[in-house]
């Protein structure tokens, strides 16, 4: 079956410390994003791509870069200038949203890592 | 730019009592709207979505929402609630005519269901 996987599922950084988390999806969809999410502030866009190559910043981008070497691959790494990283990260992935009016369209979205500080 | 606001942060009700979850939007242009369920540490899964035609979309699990757009408004209904319906449940939008696709989220609301 087609999905998104990330890994792991739980990770644990310490301070000045750069960890790469992993995602991976297989349902040949060129889109794929990065949401960080902390109790009571929803999620929020920490990187996209809509393409080989090619990503943009989302609104919280500093102490994160990512790479998207592959169109099935889409890292994030949490960098030590990431001061507070301790979070639930979640990838997507989609078509693009352009000229899309299908009942296709939609995002899937991993299970997620919890990235904890010690 | 597009935001979404979520009335509720906590929705409390009894298990086979009807639930609403509020969520209404801003936007100068048309969208797309999604609600998704979370459980304790897994992902989100879709519920329903809205993207064209009948204002009242069915969705898994006995859900349903119906989309206003006078009111800006995208309100998750359930006529009768179980205890595995208690989870974090998420409002999002998306801009077709952009060239991002990002979905947008409101901040959640966490539905009790009490036996």
């Known amino acids: 079956d087609g999905g998104i996987t990330q890994s792991p599922k739980y990770l644990f950084r310490k301070e000045g410390q750069n960890v790469t988390l992993s995602c991976e999806q297989n349902?040949?969809?060129?889109?794929m994003y990065w949401y960080r999410q902390d109790p009571g502030q929803g999620l929020r866009l920490i990187y996209y791509?809509?393409?080989?190559?090619?990503?943009q910043k989302g609104d919280i981008a500093e102490g994160y870069s990512v790479s998207r070497e592959k169109k099935e691959s889409f890292p994030l790494t949490v960098t030590s200038a990431q001061k507070n990283p301790t979070a639930f990260y979640l990838c997507?992935?989609?078509?693009?949203?352009?000229?899309?009016?299908?009942?296709?369209?939609?995002?899937?979205f991993g299970s997620g890592t919890r990235l904890t500080v010690v | 730019a597009q935001s979404v606001t979520q009335l509720d942060s906590q929705v409390p009700v009894f298990e086979e009592a009807p639930v609403e979850l509020r969520c209404n939007y801003s936007s100068s242009v048309s969208v797309y709207l999604f609600w998704y369920v979370q459980y304790p540490n897994q992902g989100l899964q879709l519920l329903l979505k809205y993207l064209s035609g009948s204002t009242l979309v069915k969705g898994i699990n006995g859900f349903e929402a119906e989309f206003n757009k006078s009111q800006t408004s995208f309100h998750l209904r359930k006529p009768s609630v179980h205890i595995s319906d208690t989870a974090e449940y998420f409002c999002?939008?998306?801009?077709?005519?952009?060239?991002?696709?990002?979905?947008?989220f409101g901040q959640g609301t966490t539905l009790q269901v009490k036996p």
């Open positions: 999002a939008v998306s801009v077709p005519s952009g060239n991002t696709g990002k979905l947008i």
């Open positions: 349902l040949n969809h060129d889109a």
């Open positions: 997507a992935s989609s078509t693009p949203a352009l000229g899309r009016s299908g009942t296709d369209y939609g995002y899937t």
């Open positions: 791509s809509q393409i080989v190559n090619d990503f």
